[in-house]
């Protein structure tokens, strides 16, 4: 398992990668904790090679429904954290015009 929890790649510096494409051929599985862009050079190296791979922004939603869960009290059925996620990913591509 491959994990970045730097920075590398996030907006806007969508061009650094936390790790090179050859350490990148090498994971079994990728996980990049960059939410923005939603699909990373890292993300986009790892599909390249044939590599199972996700971003994060399903952990920043779900971390916030956690906190809202402690401080509320609130629910969130999974159906509507994808919702949330997919609304989050369409919203950044129109602000910031990346994927």
Known sequence: ????????????????????ENLVRRAGCVFDAVYNPHETLLIRLAKKSGIPAV???????WQAAAA?????????????IDRLCSDAILEMKKKFGNA
């Open 55 to 61: 971003g994060g922004m399903a952990m920043l939603v």
């Open 68 to 80: 809202q869960t402690v401080w509320t009290g609130a629910g969130f059925p999974v159906s509507e």
């Open 1 to 20: 398992l491959l994990v970045n929890a730097t920075p590398a790649g996030m907006y806007p510096d969508v061009k650094s990668c936390a790790a090179d």
